[in-house]
């Protein structure tokens, strides 16, 4: 069964033909192969079934944030649930994007971009709608578009700082334009773009649907000061996922915070944009990692927060996780587990708990689930622990729940 590939570089041009006929299970495979080097599964069914949801009821244009994850099995299977449009932040993210799917809508959505990046996204890749959060990144833009020599619509957003908030991962502190300086780039962006927009966004995993209200508040107010027409409001990222013992909103209630706020900001003419990462991906994926070690309720795996699992030490997240024993069925009764990954570094630790099998052992395998997002594309080099396979995979993504145990 000669399914998987080793990861490599996310704009690696082999990588775009690697699509099997045949898929098997994650349970399949793990029998079969006996890795014991992390194997990333990706679930195109489930990415483009999760993608349908998401367009289905968002009332506006939604951008794939293509930082989540970049693997281009990914970006084909949201491809085919109707995804078109996408958020990209490097020069190598538009390349592999345009060279897939040349008919993409792509957007430059980082707030402070290198000269050439700018040159070459819009002479080159026909992009033509660029965020910018200062004066400075307005007359860099300007500047390089008309260098190249190349005529176009152009597409200005600015984006508007928030103050911080209740998400998981605040992003209020790096870009973003207070109120008063805002309101002076919509004007002096207004003669220069084709479309306008202003852009927010309220942080990572937010669970909180009137954060996404009281953003639309300040967005009106900036708009209404500002005194010019708006064509685009973009409400950015930060839809969350499930993860063990999350609350989560459900879609719907924030969908109904955002077109009640889009409604208050009086703007007929303009459109919604989306920047979903997380919500379009996460349950399309997940790594399988080998126990090498135990010791009492610590578990030392192949995997950790230099590779696939950063957001199991820094930011604690829990994960929905199941034992894989080909050989034979686990326990029933679970414990709490930490794990520690690869790596000499005492860091790289994954406190949990991540409820498992009590009589789970040296070899066996664990999948952990919800880790479409933030997990292929943050694995380092550190240490030697480089190495990871890629498959896509037929069955079902896992359940949610606090555990998941192998049949």
Known sequence: MSVARFRSAVSAPRRLVDTPAVRPTVDALIADLRPEDPVHCIRPTTLAATA???????????????KCNPDPAVLRALWD???RHFDCASPAEIGLVRTMFADAHIHFMHPIKARGAIREAWARHDVRDFVLDSHAELTKIMAETMATGVAGEMGLVVRLALPKGEAVLDLSGKFGADRDDAVALLRAARPHAARLGIAFHVGS??????AWRRAMDLAREVIQQAGVAIDIVDVGGGFP???PDVELPDLGAIVAEIEDGFDRLALPNAR???EPGRALVAAGGSVVV???ARRGDALYINDGVYGSLADAGTLAFR????????????SETLRGYSFFGPTCDSADAMRGPFYLPADIEEGDWIEIAQLGAYGACLRTGFNGFDRARIVEVSDEAPETGQTLLAA
Do not use: N
């Open 290 to 292: 080998q126990v090498q």
């Open 319 to 330: 994960y929905p996780v199941r034992c894989i024993r080909p050989a034979g069925a686990a």
């Open 52 to 66: 349908r949801d998401f367009i289905a009821a968002f009332p506006g244009d939604v951008l794939y944030a293509v």
């Open 205 to 210: 995993q937010c669970l909180e649907p009137l």
């Open 241 to 243: 996922v499930a993860y």
């Open 272 to 274: 919604l944009w989306a």
């Open 81 to 83: 649930g109707g995804v």
